[in-house]
């Protein structure tokens, strides 16, 4: 069904070499304001969020949910590619594009919540698949926004929005200066994911809460550990040392989405 004719053969072309830098550097993405969405799902959810496409490229044998999507993609007059398969898979990060990818503008400046009432601050996560199963949970768990300190590795690189498996599109993500980031979180209960915090069951996180994650390397910063006006843990009666940052993360935001929904629950009723 698709005209052949102007498929993409040759590795210098335009789009081709785009796409390519923005897979590396968070560098070149921020110059070129945009990111790169990698298979089918990704590029449906960005579609389905009504988010802005500069282009898709796919190539290669579609599954019959591809093939639908590249045509709902020209139905919405964004421009599509084919790409020589091997082009394409070459490109990939995991040399499976499922013979889809799509190339996103960065989003821009987000209006703030006010007041804000629920935000997470992933502190010196490194590690993309963290970040990414992290930004995940709090999009499930109506996370309002998450502010991006200066040495979390980037939210938009490859390996982080495939692991956050479209919470990109549904979550407003912001880098900032831990300055921006103390104005932003004034008068809010700032909390510090530690293993010395109170249990986070003996804990009130019904009021305004901003949560800090931090890496599992170092864990917090010294500016994190300034900011925060309390530190919170999870209970963990197996004795283990920690947890994986994106687990340990996610346990506590639906913790505070528990405590925050309880006044619905009766919880006077005998057992």
């Not at 579609?62 to 020209?74: H, K």
């Not at 499922?98 to 992933?122: M, N, R, S």
């Not at 998450?146 to 040495?151: F, I, K, M, N």
Request: proline share 7%; net charge negative; glycine share 10%.
């Amino acid at each position: 069904g698709y005209n052949t004719d102007r498929m993409i053969i040759s590795n210098q072309n335009a789009k081709l070499k785009l796409t390519r830098a923005l897979l590396g550097r968070a560098k070149e993405r921020t110059e070129a304001n945009a990111f790169v969405a990698e298979g089918v799902r990704l590029v449906e959810e960005a579609l389905a969020a009504g988010w802005r496409f500069r282009f898709a490229l796919f190539g290669g044998e579609l599954s019959p949910r591809a093939e639908a999507l590249i045509r709902n993609l020209e139905e919405q007059g964004i421009e599509t590619e084919e790409v020589a398969a091997h082009l394409l898979n070459a490109m990939s990060d995991t040399g499976n594009t499922q013979g889809v990818l799509a190339v996103l503008e960065l989003p821009t400046a987000h209006p703030l919540p006010t007041p804000p009432d629920f935000l997470l601050i992933p502190d010196q996560l490194r590690d993309p698949g963290n970040l990414g199963t992290l930004l995940r949970s709090a999009a499930a768990a109506g996370v309002q926004l998450v502010l991006l300190p200066p040495e979390t590795t980037d939210a938009f690189a490859p390996k982080v929005v495939r692991a956050g498996m479209g919470a990109h599109f549904r979550l407003p993500i912001r880098e900032m200066s831990w300055e921006e980031i103390r104005q932003i979180t004034g008068g809010m209960q700032v909390l510090l994911a530690d293993m010395q915090g109170t249990s986070c069951w003996e804990m009130d996180l019904t009021k305004p809460l901003a949560l800090i994650v931090g890496g599992e390397a170092e864990g917090a910063s010294p500016e994190a550990r300034k900011l925060a006006s309390g530190a919170i843990r999870i209970p963990m009666p197996g004795g283990s040392e920690s947890l994986n940052a994106g687990v340990a993360g996610s346990i506590l935001l639906f913790e505070v989405v528990r405590q925050k929904t309880l006044p619905q629950i009766n919880t006077d009723k005998p057992r």
